[in-house]
């Protein structure tokens, strides 16, 4: 175990004690029958609700707990030890991705209705931004949704979106207005409304216990009322939410990395090649130096934007470069993981092979790395 953190509190550190036991108990042992169905079980999150672990950032009002960002960390870290990264990716997604817009621009109706369960359990959440034909190019999306009476009529579709076989409430970028982010809106669309579908649920290669899909909306009438701040502002408000997006991605990365390196520290003090055990090999103990290394930047990258986030300074630079270090870095260290296990390392039996696979969409979702660079660049170019 690592020394004792000074980032963080007492109250974070006796929070991470009980997470612990909770993932322990009650994830640890599912995730691998969850990775071969190909996703989670539901009740999970109702269970995760009555514990208050889903609104740990969300005011009291609406069934929160008020807390500070370094809980959050603790949170997203602790579940992540679960032994796969999907599991923590659509919790994550329901917490602090699909839900930021709802919290910063949603009226205390709508906080009232969907915040609220949402924080309980009772709600399942997710984010619907993607398209097949726009992905990175995210403010150019075509969902159209045309004011018809009280309602909007809503016609396109929707690819990629996690927790999308199983969500109650999709948080859906629309398409209200002319051409490019000022023609944006978030809608709030409950998955029981006439006219949507699940058009297809997508295989994948890792993050198996999340499941991802197609969504189809046809003529589906949304009530105005579930519009989610101003028509045309929906794009600032996704922006709002993107830099505690991009720092749960990091979690994953920096985490995924740190428990490949914890199996191979483990695997290496007993695999014995050659007389003695492959740690004893130098080459294989710098190869653990570099990936400890490697990780601890990563870590620290993170939580320096996670301070920044949390005393409200604008972080959209450090948590780009946060993300991107961390993805990359990620595939970096559980490659040699893999590499440390030799043959056992490719087999499925063996955390790592499932770390390696999961680890890969840290690159592409919430931003690939190339957009990743492009936003750094573009605040160098602005900060000269
Ligand atoms: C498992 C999974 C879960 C996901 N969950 C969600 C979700 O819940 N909700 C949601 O809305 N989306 C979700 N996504 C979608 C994800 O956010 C997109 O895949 C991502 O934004 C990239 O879009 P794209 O796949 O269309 O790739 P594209 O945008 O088509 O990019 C293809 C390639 O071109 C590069 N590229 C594109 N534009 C540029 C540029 N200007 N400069 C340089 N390079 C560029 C990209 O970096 C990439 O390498 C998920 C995806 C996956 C795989």
Not at 51 to 77: H, N
Not at 322 to 349: D, P, T, W
Not at 359 to 371: E, P, R, V, Y
């Amino acid at each position: 175990m690592a020394n004792k953190d000074y980032f963080f509190q007492d109250d974070h550190n006796a929070f991470r004690e009980t997470l612990r036991r909770f993932v322990e108990k009650e994830i640890t042992p599912k995730v691998d029958a969850w990775e071969e169905e190909g996703c989670y079980d539901k009740v999970i999150f109702k269970r995760m609700g009555d514990l208050g672990f889903l609104g740990l950032s969300y005011p009291s009002e609406y069934g929160g707990q008020d807390a500070d960002i370094k809980m959050t960390l603790v949170f997203w870290e602790e579940l992540c030890r679960c032994g796969a990264l999907g599991f923590p990716m659509s919790v994550f997604v329901h917490t602090d991705m699909a839900s930021p817009s709802l919290a910063h621009v949603g009226n205390h109706e709508q906080k009232n209705k969907y915040l609220r369960s949402i924080c309980s359990g009772d709600k399942l959440i997710a984010v619907a931004i993607t398209e097949p034909n726009h992905g990175s190019d995210a403010a150019n999306i075509g969902t159209k949704a045309v004011l018809d009476g009280d309602c909007y009529r809503v016609n396109g579709s929707k690819m990629f979106i996690t927790n999308g076989t199983k969500a109650d409430v999709i948080n859906t970028v629309v398409r209200t207005g002319g051409p490019g982010y000022r023609g944006v809106s978030l809608l709030l669309i409950d998955t029981d409304t006439p006219g949507f579908s699940v058009g297809r649920k997508l295989d994948k290669m890792g993050m198996r216990s999340s499941d991802t899909a197609e969504l189809v909306f046809e003529d589906c009438m949304v009530p105005k009322d579930n519009l989610l701040g101003q028509e045309g502002h929906g794009f600032y408000a996704l922006m709002a939410g993107l830099e505690k997006e991009r720092l749960s991605a990091c979690t994953l990365s920096y985490m995924g990395a740190q428990m490949a390196l914890e199996e191979a520290v483990r695997y290496a003090k007993t695999r014995i090649q050659f007389g003695k055990p492959i740690i004893g090999h130098q080459v294989v103990a710098h190869m653990l130096a570099e990936m400890a290394t490697e990780v601890e930047a990563g870590r620290r990258l993170a939580y320096h934007a996670a301070s920044l986030y949390g005393a409200g300074i604008g972080c959209n630079m450090e948590v780009s470069m946060a993300k991107l270090f961390c993805s990359e870095m990620a595939l970096r260290v559980i490659n040699n993981a893999v590499q440390i296990h030799g043959g056992y390392g490719f087999m499925k039996e063996y955390m790592v092979e499932r770390l390696y696979r999961d680890a890969k969409l840290s690159t592409i979702g919430g931003g690939t790395s190339q957009i990743m660079k492009y936003i750094i660049s573009k605040e160098l170019e602005l900060r000269e």
